[in-house]
Structures are given as C-alpha cells and as structure tokens.
C-alpha cells in the first residue's frame, strides 16, 4: 500500500538496538553485500559500536508513518598525531531506500555526520564514493581530492 509522500514524517536519529527489526539490515543490503546477521550477532556488534560513544555514529532515517528505517551512514573519528593531535572523521555505509530517493535524505544523512565530526573536533571529514555518486557528494559540500586504493583480503 502506497500512502502520500505528505502524510510522510521522517525523523533523523542515532541507530537503536530494535532497528534490526525495522529494515536496518535489508536497507544496507541495497549498498553491499550484508551477509545474514543473528539477531545475537546485531546486539553485539550494536553493543561494541555504542560503547566507542561519540567516536563511531550510525545514523539513520526513520519513516515514522511506517516505522521502517529509509537511509543511514555512519561516521568514525580517527585520532591522529599530525596537525597537533587532529582527528579525521570518515564517512561510511551511506545508503538511502530505492522507495525515497529524491527527497534529500541523503544530504540529510551526511550533513548529520559532518556536523558530528565538526562537533567532535574534526579538522576535516573524508569518505569514498563511486564516479556514479560523486555528484551528490559534491552538492553534499564534498570535492575531489586525489584517489583512492583498497586491497582486499577477503
């Protein structure tokens, strides 16, 4: 059933533990392989991340008329002993529900995220994309800056 985009409340929050049970995973299936994750497996991992406080943000986007979680990203602060114990946030795993794209959850995500780094002290904050999204990175504020490399090991 297709309810009106109006009648549509979104509310921009940290991730909770009872969002496995409103999308989380499935949302972030639409980025990249997830993987099944146990209901056991979630709380821990939820638990590990909480306990890193303000140093690792998850995000997320709830549609509050469907109770489903529609976008999230996440942030992480490196601390650093370069420009006088500066620290990095790196923006992660942001991915919006193909259902609400084109309504600027996206840019709300990563402007939640950037805050959170500026207000955590962050010097700069920097994340990875493809050619494809480099566009909207850049009306999100972002610009290009060298490349990047990555070597797998699984």
């Known amino acids: ?37 146990s209901d056991d497996e979630f709380q821990k991992r939820f638990e590990e991340l909480r ?15 469907s109770s489903k979680i529609v976008a999230t990203g996440s942030v992480f602060l490196e601390k650093k002993f370069i420009r006088s114990c500066g620290k990095v946030g790196h923006i992660e795993d942001v991915v919006v529900d193909s259902s609400a794209r084109g309504m600027q959850l ?4 990563v402007s939640f995220l950037a ?8 010097y700069k904050v920097i994340l990875d994309c ?6 909207f990175y850049e009306k999100c504020g972002f610009k290009e800056k060298e490349i990047q490399m990555v070597k797998y090991f699984i």
């Open 1 to 37: 059933m297709q309810s009106n985009k109006d009648e549509k409340t979104y509310r921009v929050r940290k991730l909770e533990i009872t969002d496995k049970n409103k999308g989380f995973m499935e949302l972030l299936q639409q980025l990249t392989v997830c993987g099944s994750v």
């Open 51 to 65: 306990s890193y406080g303000d140093d690792h943000v998850i995000c997320v986007i709830e549609d509050t008329s």
């Open 106 to 109: 996206g840019k709300k995500v």
């Open 115 to 122: 805050d959170h780094a500026c207000l955590m002290g962050c």
């Open 130 to 135: 493809s050619v494809d999204n480099k566009a």
